[in-house]
């Protein structure tokens, strides 16, 4: 009988508030309809366009040299249509390689980096004063002539952490210690020694 009494209650209840609800609901507003008066006309803004698309897809070679995707040289060719294989080889082996073992197709040592990129750019498009002003400030420290690069002044075209050293002649791997994640190459205008050189 108790369970009975509070059913009751709860019936009373609940019949008491909707016949309040009904009773109310000329008080109560509507939400109006939505609308999209106003809104019809309205332009999208135009998503930016990069002012020089890239024309050539390096995006295998990005999975692992992701720092090229904003490098100057390597965007100032990619925007022509000169990719990474143009100077490195296709290098499908060394991409496959997750252990990083296998080097590139082609290995451009610091003393053919010039002929490298002559076989495309005869000449300076500057003049000597803006070569030699741009040098001084990017590598005061080198006062041999000798000891030039193209890559001095032209981008950052260097890994900035190794995990992997290669004899960029023989692409025999030169430096690889056990347990070693990187390894950071001081002075870049120096390749690193061989095992060989380094024994007497």
């Not at 053919?112 to 070569?131: F, L």
Request: aromatic share 8%.
């Amino acid at each position: 009988m108790k369970h009975f009494g509070v059913g009751l209650i709860f019936v009373g209840l609940s019949v008491g508030i909707f016949a309040w609800v009904l009773l109310t609901s000329d008080r109560v507003q509507a939400v109006p309809p939505l609308s999209l008066e106003g809104f019809l006309d309205e332009k999208l803004p135009e998503a930016p366009e990069e002012p020089d698309p890239v024309q050539v897809d390096n995006f295998a070679c990005y999975v692992c040299h992701a720092n090229y995707q904003t490098e100057d040289l390597a965007r100032t060719h990619a925007r022509v249509g000169i990719g990474c294989i143009h100077c490195h080889g296709r290098s499908l082996e060394h991409c496959d390689d997750e252990a990083h073992e296998t080097p590139p197709d082609i290995m451009i040592p610091p003393h053919k980096i010039a002929e490298q990129c002559g076989k495309c750019h005869q000449t300076h498009d500057a003049s000597p004063n803006e070569v030699l002003a741009r040098y001084w400030e990017r590598v005061p420290a080198k006062t041999d002539p000798a000891t030039v690069l193209c890559t001095d002044c032209h981008g950052e075209h260097r890994l900035p952490r190794r995990s992997v050293w290669w004899d960029y002649e023989t692409r025999e791997m030169v430096i690889r210690e056990e347990g070693q994640r990187y390894k950071v190459r001081p002075d870049w205008s120096v390749p690193p020694a061989s095992p060989r050189e380094s024994t007497p």
